[in-house]
Protein backbone atom coordinates (compact mmCIF):
# COMPACT_ATOMS: atom_id res chain seq x y z
CA UNK A 1 0.00 0.00 0.00
CA UNK A 2 1.38 3.21 -0.76
CA UNK A 3 1.96 6.28 1.05
CA UNK A 4 -1.20 7.96 -0.06
CA UNK A 5 -3.57 4.98 0.22
CA UNK A 6 -2.71 5.00 3.69
CA UNK A 7 -3.04 8.71 4.49
CA UNK A 8 -7.01 7.46 2.88
CA UNK A 9 -6.62 8.47 -1.13
CA UNK A 10 -8.01 5.73 -3.00
CA UNK A 11 -6.26 4.43 -6.43
CA UNK A 12 -7.95 4.99 -9.85
CA UNK A 13 -7.70 1.25 -10.54
CA UNK A 14 -9.94 0.81 -7.10
CA UNK A 15 -12.55 3.21 -7.51
CA UNK A 16 -12.96 1.67 -11.00
CA UNK A 17 -13.27 -2.10 -8.90
CA UNK A 18 -15.34 -0.17 -7.00
CA UNK A 19 -17.36 0.69 -10.01
CA UNK A 20 -17.41 -2.41 -11.66
CA UNK A 21 -19.71 -3.97 -8.67
CA UNK A 22 -22.38 -0.78 -9.28
CA UNK A 23 -22.11 -1.99 -13.01
CA UNK A 24 -23.38 -5.47 -12.23
CA UNK A 25 -25.65 -3.97 -9.97
CA UNK A 26 -27.07 -2.14 -12.70
CA UNK A 27 -27.48 -4.04 -15.65
CA UNK A 28 -29.51 -6.09 -14.22
CA UNK A 29 -31.71 -2.99 -11.64
CA UNK A 30 -31.81 -0.79 -14.91
CA UNK A 31 -33.46 -3.54 -16.65
CA UNK A 32 -36.12 -3.74 -14.03
CA UNK A 33 -36.24 -0.44 -13.83
CA UNK A 34 -36.76 0.96 -17.81
CA UNK A 35 -38.26 -2.73 -19.05
CA UNK A 36 -40.00 -4.94 -16.58
CA UNK A 37 -43.17 -2.67 -16.40
CA UNK A 38 -43.81 -3.13 -20.20
CA UNK A 39 -42.33 -7.04 -19.75
CA UNK A 40 -44.78 -8.14 -17.18
CA UNK A 41 -47.98 -6.21 -18.91
CA UNK A 42 -47.17 -7.05 -22.98
CA UNK A 43 -44.78 -10.05 -22.76
CA UNK A 44 -45.60 -11.89 -19.55
CA UNK A 45 -49.17 -11.37 -19.71
CA UNK A 46 -50.00 -9.31 -15.94
CA UNK A 47 -52.49 -6.68 -15.85
CA UNK A 48 -51.31 -2.97 -15.31
CA UNK A 49 -53.09 -3.10 -12.15
CA UNK A 50 -51.81 -6.33 -10.79
CA UNK A 51 -47.75 -5.40 -11.40
CA UNK A 52 -48.69 -2.63 -9.96
CA UNK A 53 -49.69 -3.93 -6.72
CA UNK A 54 -47.08 -6.28 -6.87
CA UNK A 55 -44.74 -3.81 -7.24
CA UNK A 56 -46.22 -2.08 -3.79
CA UNK A 57 -46.27 -5.13 -2.16
CA UNK A 58 -42.49 -7.21 -2.62
CA UNK A 59 -40.54 -3.42 -2.44
CA UNK A 60 -42.47 -2.12 0.57
CA UNK A 61 -42.15 -5.18 2.52
CA UNK A 62 -38.54 -5.97 1.65
CA UNK A 63 -37.72 -2.34 2.24
CA UNK A 64 -37.33 -3.20 6.08
CA UNK A 65 -35.00 -6.09 5.19
CA UNK A 66 -32.49 -3.08 4.69
CA UNK A 67 -31.59 -2.13 8.04
CA UNK A 68 -31.64 -5.67 9.33
CA UNK A 69 -28.93 -6.54 7.11
CA UNK A 70 -27.01 -3.47 7.88
CA UNK A 71 -27.53 -4.48 11.37
CA UNK A 72 -25.94 -7.74 10.05
CA UNK A 73 -22.99 -6.20 8.03
CA UNK A 74 -22.04 -3.86 10.91
CA UNK A 75 -21.47 -6.81 13.15
CA UNK A 76 -19.63 -9.19 9.97
CA UNK A 77 -16.20 -9.32 10.86
CA UNK A 78 -14.07 -11.30 8.47
CA UNK A 79 -10.28 -11.63 7.00
CA UNK A 80 -12.21 -9.54 3.57
CA UNK A 81 -13.43 -6.79 6.33
CA UNK A 82 -17.21 -6.20 7.11
CA UNK A 83 -18.93 -5.53 3.50
CA UNK A 84 -16.69 -7.29 1.28
CA UNK A 85 -17.53 -10.95 1.64
CA UNK A 86 -21.23 -10.42 0.88
CA UNK A 87 -20.05 -9.49 -2.55
CA UNK A 88 -18.48 -13.01 -2.92
CA UNK A 89 -21.33 -14.90 -1.46
CA UNK A 90 -24.25 -13.43 -3.45
CA UNK A 91 -23.38 -12.83 -6.45
CA UNK A 92 -23.59 -15.98 -8.74
CA UNK A 93 -27.24 -15.93 -6.62
CA UNK A 94 -28.02 -12.46 -8.02
CA UNK A 95 -27.21 -13.43 -11.81
CA UNK A 96 -29.33 -16.79 -11.53
CA UNK A 97 -32.78 -15.24 -10.34
CA UNK A 98 -31.98 -12.22 -12.88
CA UNK A 99 -32.69 -14.91 -15.34
CA UNK A 100 -35.65 -16.94 -13.65
CA UNK A 101 -37.51 -12.86 -13.24
CA UNK A 102 -37.23 -12.44 -16.77
CA UNK A 103 -38.39 -16.11 -17.66
CA UNK A 104 -42.10 -16.66 -19.02
CA UNK A 105 -43.41 -19.96 -17.91
CA UNK A 106 -46.14 -21.76 -19.50
CA UNK A 107 -48.77 -21.48 -16.93
CA UNK A 108 -51.71 -20.81 -16.36
CA UNK A 109 -52.69 -16.32 -15.26
CA UNK A 110 -52.82 -17.27 -11.43
CA UNK A 111 -49.64 -19.41 -12.27
CA UNK A 112 -47.58 -16.79 -13.99
CA UNK A 113 -48.75 -14.15 -11.27
CA UNK A 114 -47.79 -16.75 -8.41
CA UNK A 115 -44.06 -17.00 -10.19
CA UNK A 116 -43.73 -13.00 -10.43
CA UNK A 117 -44.29 -12.90 -6.97
CA UNK A 118 -41.81 -15.42 -6.04
CA UNK A 119 -39.28 -14.39 -8.52
CA UNK A 120 -39.30 -10.87 -7.62
CA UNK A 121 -39.60 -11.47 -4.13
CA UNK A 122 -36.05 -13.21 -4.46
CA UNK A 123 -34.30 -11.05 -6.56
CA UNK A 124 -35.47 -8.46 -3.75
CA UNK A 125 -33.92 -10.12 -1.13
CA UNK A 126 -30.87 -11.36 -2.98
CA UNK A 127 -30.58 -7.19 -3.98
CA UNK A 128 -30.22 -6.25 -0.18
CA UNK A 129 -27.80 -9.02 0.43
CA UNK A 130 -25.21 -7.91 -1.99
CA UNK A 131 -26.22 -4.39 -2.22
CA UNK A 132 -26.78 -3.11 1.55
CA UNK A 133 -22.67 -4.21 1.65
CA UNK A 134 -21.64 -3.12 -1.17
CA UNK A 135 -23.36 0.65 -1.13
CA UNK A 136 -21.66 0.89 2.67
CA UNK A 137 -18.22 -0.02 1.11
CA UNK A 138 -18.39 4.20 0.37
CA UNK A 139 -18.35 5.24 3.64
CA UNK A 140 -15.40 3.22 4.93
CA UNK A 141 -13.09 3.11 1.75
CA UNK A 142 -11.52 5.93 3.06
CA UNK A 143 -11.55 8.70 5.75
CA UNK A 144 -11.58 11.64 3.79
CA UNK A 145 -15.00 13.06 2.46
CA UNK A 146 -13.66 14.70 -1.00
CA UNK A 147 -11.95 10.60 -1.49
CA UNK A 148 -15.59 9.08 -1.18
CA UNK A 149 -17.54 11.93 -2.69
CA UNK A 150 -14.88 10.58 -5.86
CA UNK A 151 -15.60 7.30 -5.03
CA UNK A 152 -19.35 7.61 -5.34
CA UNK A 153 -18.96 9.42 -8.42
CA UNK A 154 -16.80 6.79 -10.48
CA UNK A 155 -20.08 4.45 -8.99
CA UNK A 156 -22.12 5.91 -10.42
CA UNK A 157 -20.12 6.46 -13.93
CA UNK A 158 -20.34 2.71 -13.92
CA UNK A 159 -24.23 2.81 -13.18
CA UNK A 160 -24.92 4.99 -16.07
CA UNK A 161 -22.82 3.00 -17.99
CA UNK A 162 -24.54 -0.24 -17.71
CA UNK A 163 -27.78 1.84 -18.10
CA UNK A 164 -26.86 3.34 -21.24
CA UNK A 165 -25.70 -0.67 -22.12
CA UNK A 166 -28.78 -2.26 -21.53
CA UNK A 167 -30.88 0.95 -22.75
CA UNK A 168 -28.94 0.43 -26.01
CA UNK A 169 -28.81 -3.23 -26.10
CA UNK A 170 -32.21 -4.78 -24.82
CA UNK A 171 -34.47 -4.18 -27.45
CA UNK A 172 -32.68 -5.41 -30.33
CA UNK A 173 -31.60 -8.62 -27.94
CA UNK A 174 -34.42 -9.57 -27.36
CA UNK A 175 -35.66 -9.55 -31.25
CA UNK A 176 -32.37 -11.37 -32.29
CA UNK A 177 -32.23 -13.69 -29.92
CA UNK A 178 -36.43 -14.21 -29.64
CA UNK A 179 -36.81 -14.17 -33.46
CA UNK A 180 -40.26 -12.94 -32.92
CA UNK A 181 -40.58 -14.64 -29.93
CA UNK A 182 -40.09 -11.81 -27.35
CA UNK A 183 -40.77 -14.39 -23.80
CA UNK A 184 -37.86 -16.19 -25.42
CA UNK A 185 -35.79 -13.07 -26.45
CA UNK A 186 -36.08 -11.54 -22.90
CA UNK A 187 -34.85 -14.82 -21.44
CA UNK A 188 -31.29 -15.37 -23.50
CA UNK A 189 -30.81 -11.81 -23.03
CA UNK A 190 -30.96 -11.68 -19.20
CA UNK A 191 -28.57 -14.92 -19.53
CA UNK A 192 -25.99 -12.96 -21.17
CA UNK A 193 -26.36 -9.77 -18.27
CA UNK A 194 -26.52 -12.05 -15.44
CA UNK A 195 -22.91 -13.98 -16.26
CA UNK A 196 -21.53 -10.71 -16.65
CA UNK A 197 -22.83 -9.31 -13.66
CA UNK A 198 -21.82 -12.32 -11.87
CA UNK A 199 -18.35 -11.59 -13.42
CA UNK A 200 -17.73 -8.29 -12.58
CA UNK A 201 -18.71 -8.47 -8.95
CA UNK A 202 -16.26 -11.06 -8.60
CA UNK A 203 -13.77 -8.55 -9.75
CA UNK A 204 -14.85 -6.01 -7.97
CA UNK A 205 -14.81 -8.03 -4.49
CA UNK A 206 -11.25 -9.28 -5.17
CA UNK A 207 -10.02 -5.13 -6.15
CA UNK A 208 -11.60 -3.43 -2.98
CA UNK A 209 -10.19 -2.47 0.35
CA UNK A 210 -11.90 -1.05 3.63
CA UNK A 211 -9.88 1.41 5.49
CA UNK A 212 -12.54 3.11 8.15
CA UNK A 213 -13.11 1.06 11.23
CA UNK A 214 -15.22 1.95 13.79
CA UNK A 215 -13.09 3.37 17.41
CA UNK A 216 -11.88 0.22 19.01
CA UNK A 217 -13.82 1.32 21.85
CA UNK A 218 -16.97 1.52 20.92
CA UNK A 219 -19.86 -0.54 22.26
CA UNK A 220 -21.87 -2.68 19.98
CA UNK A 221 -25.40 -2.20 20.32
CA UNK A 222 -28.45 -2.36 17.88
CA UNK A 223 -30.54 -0.50 19.94
CA UNK A 224 -28.17 2.55 20.59
CA UNK A 225 -27.64 2.33 16.41
CA UNK A 226 -31.18 2.85 15.76
CA UNK A 227 -31.79 5.21 18.45
CA UNK A 228 -28.57 7.29 17.15
CA UNK A 229 -29.93 7.07 13.80
CA UNK A 230 -33.14 8.31 14.30
CA UNK A 231 -31.41 11.42 16.33
CA UNK A 232 -29.71 12.25 13.09
CA UNK A 233 -31.55 15.13 11.69
CA UNK A 234 -29.14 15.35 8.57
CA UNK A 235 -29.83 11.23 8.02
CA UNK A 236 -33.51 12.03 8.35
CA UNK A 237 -33.62 14.65 5.75
CA UNK A 238 -31.35 12.80 3.49
CA UNK A 239 -33.92 9.99 3.67
CA UNK A 240 -36.70 11.90 2.34
CA UNK A 241 -34.83 13.83 -0.52
CA UNK A 242 -33.85 9.90 -1.52
CA UNK A 243 -37.20 8.53 -1.05
CA UNK A 244 -38.69 11.17 -3.67
CA UNK A 245 -36.26 11.10 -5.61
CA UNK A 246 -36.62 7.31 -6.19
CA UNK A 247 -40.01 7.93 -6.38
CA UNK A 248 -40.07 10.41 -9.27
CA UNK A 249 -37.08 7.92 -11.31
CA UNK A 250 -39.40 5.10 -10.79
CA UNK A 251 -42.47 6.60 -12.27
CA UNK A 252 -40.55 8.02 -15.45
CA UNK A 253 -38.59 4.96 -16.09
CA UNK A 254 -41.36 2.94 -16.37
CA UNK A 255 -43.59 5.19 -18.58
CA UNK A 256 -40.76 5.62 -21.23
CA UNK A 257 -41.58 2.01 -23.09
CA UNK A 258 -45.06 3.00 -23.19
CA UNK A 259 -44.91 6.41 -24.44
CA UNK A 260 -43.29 5.69 -27.27
CA UNK A 261 -44.46 2.98 -28.18
CA UNK A 262 -48.00 4.29 -27.75
CA UNK A 263 -48.27 8.01 -28.04
CA UNK A 264 -45.45 8.87 -30.63
CA UNK A 265 -45.79 5.65 -32.39
CA UNK A 266 -41.77 5.60 -32.30
CA UNK A 267 -40.86 2.32 -30.14
CA UNK A 268 -37.61 1.88 -32.25
CA UNK A 269 -36.42 5.66 -30.96
CA UNK A 270 -36.61 4.32 -27.26
CA UNK A 271 -33.46 3.10 -27.30
CA UNK A 272 -31.76 6.21 -28.44
CA UNK A 273 -33.80 8.42 -26.11
CA UNK A 274 -32.50 6.12 -23.23
CA UNK A 275 -29.31 6.28 -24.58
CA UNK A 276 -28.43 9.78 -25.16
CA UNK A 277 -30.13 10.72 -21.50
CA UNK A 278 -27.72 7.82 -19.94
CA UNK A 279 -24.72 9.87 -21.96
CA UNK A 280 -26.33 13.28 -20.74
CA UNK A 281 -26.42 12.01 -17.00
CA UNK A 282 -22.44 10.52 -17.12
CA UNK A 283 -21.31 13.81 -18.60
CA UNK A 284 -23.23 15.14 -15.64
CA UNK A 285 -21.93 13.28 -13.08
CA UNK A 286 -18.04 13.58 -14.28
CA UNK A 287 -18.02 17.39 -12.44
CA UNK A 288 -20.56 16.78 -9.26
CA UNK A 289 -16.87 17.17 -6.88
CA UNK A 290 -16.02 19.88 -8.59
CA UNK A 291 -19.46 21.76 -8.50
CA UNK A 292 -20.35 20.81 -5.20
CA UNK A 293 -16.88 21.89 -3.53
CA UNK A 294 -17.75 25.41 -5.56
CA UNK A 295 -21.51 25.28 -4.37
CA UNK A 296 -21.97 23.27 -1.61
CA UNK A 297 -23.74 19.97 -1.94
CA UNK A 298 -26.94 20.51 -0.88
CA UNK A 299 -27.20 24.11 -3.05
CA UNK A 300 -26.08 21.50 -6.19
CA UNK A 301 -29.00 19.20 -5.39
CA UNK A 302 -31.53 21.44 -5.14
CA UNK A 303 -30.56 23.50 -8.83
CA UNK A 304 -30.46 20.15 -9.85
CA UNK A 305 -33.88 19.47 -8.96
CA UNK A 306 -35.35 22.66 -10.19
CA UNK A 307 -34.12 21.77 -13.16
CA UNK A 308 -34.74 18.63 -13.30
CA UNK A 309 -38.80 19.06 -12.39
CA UNK A 310 -38.69 22.46 -14.98
CA UNK A 311 -37.58 19.99 -18.29
CA UNK A 312 -40.06 17.08 -17.40
CA UNK A 313 -42.89 19.42 -18.08
CA UNK A 314 -41.75 20.35 -21.29
CA UNK A 315 -43.04 16.72 -22.19
CA UNK A 316 -46.52 17.64 -21.17
CA UNK A 317 -46.43 20.11 -24.58
CA UNK A 318 -44.78 18.02 -26.49
CA UNK A 319 -46.41 16.25 -29.44
CA UNK A 320 -45.64 13.28 -31.50
CA UNK A 321 -44.11 15.35 -34.48
CA UNK A 322 -41.68 17.20 -31.79
CA UNK A 323 -39.16 15.17 -31.85
CA UNK A 324 -36.27 17.32 -31.21
CA UNK A 325 -38.20 18.97 -28.45
CA UNK A 326 -38.53 15.75 -26.42
CA UNK A 327 -34.80 15.14 -27.22
CA UNK A 328 -33.58 18.14 -25.79
CA UNK A 329 -35.86 18.52 -22.85
CA UNK A 330 -34.66 14.49 -22.08
CA UNK A 331 -30.40 15.87 -22.44
CA UNK A 332 -31.28 18.66 -19.74
CA UNK A 333 -33.26 16.63 -17.12
CA UNK A 334 -30.53 13.95 -18.03
CA UNK A 335 -27.40 16.95 -17.23
CA UNK A 336 -29.28 17.76 -14.32
CA UNK A 337 -29.90 14.27 -12.82
CA UNK A 338 -26.09 13.33 -12.96
CA UNK A 339 -24.93 14.84 -9.40
CA UNK A 340 -27.93 13.70 -8.01
CA UNK A 341 -27.09 10.10 -7.09
CA UNK A 342 -23.54 10.94 -6.20
CA UNK A 343 -24.72 13.79 -3.95
CA UNK A 344 -26.54 11.73 -2.26
CA UNK A 345 -23.91 8.53 -1.37
CA UNK A 346 -21.32 11.41 -0.55
CA UNK A 347 -23.64 12.82 1.80
CA UNK A 348 -24.65 9.78 3.63
CA UNK A 349 -21.18 9.52 4.21
CA UNK A 350 -20.89 13.05 5.73
CA UNK A 351 -24.37 11.68 8.06
CA UNK A 352 -22.12 8.80 9.08
CA UNK A 353 -19.60 11.22 10.20
CA UNK A 354 -21.64 13.17 11.76
CA UNK A 355 -23.32 10.46 13.72
CA UNK A 356 -20.01 8.98 15.01
CA UNK A 357 -19.18 12.47 16.49
CA UNK A 358 -21.65 13.30 17.95
CA UNK A 359 -22.31 10.24 19.58
CA UNK A 360 -19.33 8.49 19.71
CA UNK A 361 -20.59 5.44 17.28
CA UNK A 362 -20.41 4.66 14.47
CA UNK A 363 -23.00 2.18 12.40
CA UNK A 364 -22.03 2.53 8.33
CA UNK A 365 -23.91 -0.32 7.54
CA UNK A 366 -27.01 1.03 9.21
CA UNK A 367 -26.87 4.25 7.63
CA UNK A 368 -26.43 3.00 4.35
CA UNK A 369 -29.41 -0.21 4.60
CA UNK A 370 -32.04 1.96 6.33
CA UNK A 371 -31.63 4.72 3.39
CA UNK A 372 -32.55 0.92 1.40
CA UNK A 373 -35.94 2.03 2.71
CA UNK A 374 -36.18 5.18 1.08
CA UNK A 375 -34.46 4.06 -2.14
CA UNK A 376 -36.66 0.80 -2.09
CA UNK A 377 -39.89 2.46 -0.80
CA UNK A 378 -39.61 5.09 -3.42
CA UNK A 379 -39.01 2.47 -6.44
CA UNK A 380 -41.66 0.16 -5.35
CA UNK A 381 -44.31 3.61 -4.82
CA UNK A 382 -43.43 5.37 -8.11
CA UNK A 383 -43.40 1.67 -9.96
CA UNK A 384 -46.59 1.07 -8.31
CA UNK A 385 -48.03 4.60 -8.67
CA UNK A 386 -47.35 4.51 -12.94
CA UNK A 387 -49.17 1.13 -13.00
CA UNK A 388 -52.35 2.22 -11.14
CA UNK A 389 -52.22 5.53 -13.24
CA UNK A 390 -52.15 3.35 -16.23
CA UNK A 391 -54.99 1.48 -15.71
CA UNK A 392 -56.83 4.09 -13.74
CA UNK A 393 -56.85 5.95 -17.54
CA UNK A 394 -57.83 2.65 -19.21
CA UNK A 395 -54.42 1.17 -20.43
CA UNK A 396 -54.89 -2.62 -23.00
CA UNK A 397 -51.72 -3.93 -23.59
CA UNK A 398 -51.16 -4.37 -27.21
CA UNK A 399 -53.66 -2.22 -28.81
CA UNK A 400 -54.37 1.08 -29.85
CA UNK A 401 -54.99 3.39 -26.52
CA UNK A 402 -57.79 5.87 -26.02
CA UNK A 403 -57.10 9.59 -25.97
CA UNK A 404 -57.82 9.10 -22.03
CA UNK A 405 -55.19 6.29 -21.65
CA UNK A 406 -52.57 8.58 -23.76
CA UNK A 407 -53.03 11.34 -21.42
CA UNK A 408 -51.95 9.22 -18.64
CA UNK A 409 -48.92 7.80 -20.44
CA UNK A 410 -48.23 11.51 -21.09
CA UNK A 411 -48.51 12.79 -17.69
CA UNK A 412 -46.49 10.00 -16.15
CA UNK A 413 -43.77 11.59 -18.47
CA UNK A 414 -44.19 14.75 -17.18
CA UNK A 415 -46.08 16.32 -14.38
CA UNK A 416 -45.94 13.55 -12.02
CA UNK A 417 -42.47 13.26 -11.71
CA UNK A 418 -42.10 17.20 -11.99
CA UNK A 419 -44.13 17.52 -8.97
CA UNK A 420 -42.10 14.86 -6.86
CA UNK A 421 -38.54 16.44 -8.00
CA UNK A 422 -40.05 19.47 -6.30
CA UNK A 423 -40.75 17.77 -3.03
CA UNK A 424 -37.42 16.40 -3.50
CA UNK A 425 -36.04 19.87 -2.37
CA UNK A 426 -38.19 20.31 0.89
CA UNK A 427 -35.46 18.03 3.11
CA UNK A 428 -32.46 20.12 1.02
CA UNK A 429 -33.64 23.46 2.42
CA UNK A 430 -33.42 22.39 6.05
CA UNK A 431 -29.63 20.73 5.39
CA UNK A 432 -26.82 22.70 7.00
CA UNK A 433 -24.03 19.90 7.14
CA UNK A 434 -21.85 22.24 5.00
CA UNK A 435 -17.99 21.38 3.88
CA UNK A 436 -17.02 23.45 6.41
CA UNK A 437 -18.38 21.39 9.44
CA UNK A 438 -17.91 18.32 7.26
CA UNK A 439 -14.18 19.14 7.66
CA UNK A 440 -14.21 20.13 11.47
CA UNK A 441 -15.47 17.04 12.08
CA UNK A 442 -13.48 14.73 10.19
CA UNK A 443 -10.66 16.38 11.99
CA UNK A 444 -11.92 15.76 15.53
CA UNK A 445 -12.85 12.39 14.12
CA UNK A 446 -8.57 12.01 13.73
CA UNK A 447 -7.85 13.40 16.63
CA UNK A 448 -10.25 10.63 18.63
CA UNK A 449 -8.62 7.68 16.97
CA UNK A 450 -5.46 8.89 17.82
CA UNK A 451 -6.08 9.60 21.71
CA UNK A 452 -7.87 5.96 21.63
CA UNK A 453 -5.22 4.32 20.00
CA UNK A 454 -2.10 6.11 22.42
Given at each position: ??????????????????????????????????????????????????????????????????????????????????????????????????????????????????????????????????????????????????????????????????????????????????????????????????????????????????????????????????????????????????????????????????????????????????????????????????LSAKMGKARLFIVCLV?????????????????VLIFAAQIVFSLASGP???????????????????????????????????????????????????????????????????????????????????????????????????????????????????
Open positions: MSKKEKNGYVSVREKLGYGLGEFSSSIVWQTLMFFLPAFYTDTFGLTAAAAGTMFLIVRLFDAFDDPIMGVIADRTNTRWGKFRPYILWFAVPYGIVAVLMFTTPDFSYGGKLIYAYVTYSLMMLIYTAIMIPYNSIVGVISPLSAERTSVASYKFVMAYLAGMSVQALIIPMVKKFGQGNDAQGYQYAMMLLGGISIIFFLVAFMVVRERVEPDPAMSTSVKKDLKDLLKNKYWILIFFTSLFVLIYVAVRSGAIMYYFQYYLGKKELASAFMVSGTLAVLIGVLPTRWIIAISQVLFFFAGPEDITMPLVWAMLADTTDYSEWETGRRATGLVYSATGIAFKGGFSIGGAVAMWILAAFGYVANVQQTAHSLLGIRLLMSWVPAVIAVLAIIPLIFYKLDDKTVQKIETELKERKKENES
